[in-house]
């Protein structure tokens, strides 16, 4: 559901006219009346454009909380930042030295710790600034065993037709190769999975994580799922400036989108739409330098090449 409610105020004794909160506006707002700014808008995207421009404070956006802005865990500068005015090297080095954790401290992840992320991931931007993810918190080990149990019923079940060969070869020749895929590639590796959780308590799927979070979508919004992609990255980064590790967990992600159930244990509403788990915590590893990335070679193209519809360069 797209919240496009006018929640925007000006102060009129505050507003000197400037007139920049108007072509901010993406929303055709605010216009200028009698040498200030005024709403005139039905809708608004709530993105607080307009607020973030204003030299004198003199406009509000209602709908936004300013709390969302306030952390526990470590300082907050709140002024804005301007472009090319961050350190790119230090951003970048965070952005590589981050990595899938696999190996963690039983240490308990605070409250605070786990509010603070969720906030962060929050400043993310998203299409047509709907912001449709829900965060679901398994605060402790006992949280993340308890999915994985259920995670791993749901594997256990998928292990069992997969090692039907006249089932996989159907689904196969119906164009539905996927059960046959799971076979080939992944059958072997969970049924050990599955194995070790159950008689030795090793946990190959959560990577003994002592937290967890869930993030889903509502129904509706042009790119729910890009929009929940944006947030998890900006999550996974700010962990690990917090001092934790963390791991995005896709077979829950096919687990709970395959079985109900699952996500109804989680409290995820009917009709939301689980885009990723990330286990979380303090990390027992030690890295010393960053690595590389398979090389691109990123295509350039020109007007005439998009005009005539080949996508070859000139």
Known sequence: MLLREVTTRIDPERCIGCGKCIPVCPSDTL?????????????????????????????????????????????????????????????????????????????????????????????????????????????????????????????????????????????KWIGMPELDAFHRDYADAVREGIREFRETGRDRLFHGAPAAIVISTAPGGSTPGEDAMLATQNLLLAAHAMGYGTCLIGFAVEAIARDRTIAKSLGIAPGHKVRSVIALGRPAEQWHTVAGRRRVEPGFLDADAIDRGDGRAS
Not at 48 to 72: K, R, Y
Not at 74 to 93: C, M, Q
Not at 122 to 141: H, M, V
């Open 31 to 171: 216009a200028m009346r009698d040498g200030k700014a005024v709403v005139v808008g039905k809708e608004s995207l709530q993105c607080g454009h307009c607020a973030a421009v204003c030299p004198a404070g003199a406009v509000s956006v209602g709908a936004l909380d300013p709390g969302m802005l306030h952390f526990a865990t470590f300082p907050f500068d709140p002024s804005w930042l301007p472009h090319g005015k961050a350190d790119a090297g230090a951003l970048v080095r965070l952005m590589a030295s981050r990595r899938s954790c696999r190996n963690y401290r039983k240490d308990p992840v605070p409250r605070d710790d786990l509010l603070d992320l969720i906030k962060v991931a929050c400043t993310a931007p998203s299409g047509t600034n709907n912001q449709p993810w829900s965060f679901t918190i398994l605060p402790d080990r006992a949280a993340v065993e308890a999915l994985a149990r259920r995670v791993l019923a749901l594997f256990q079940k998928i292990l069992s037709m997969a090692s039907n060969p006249l089932l996989r070869t159907g689904l």
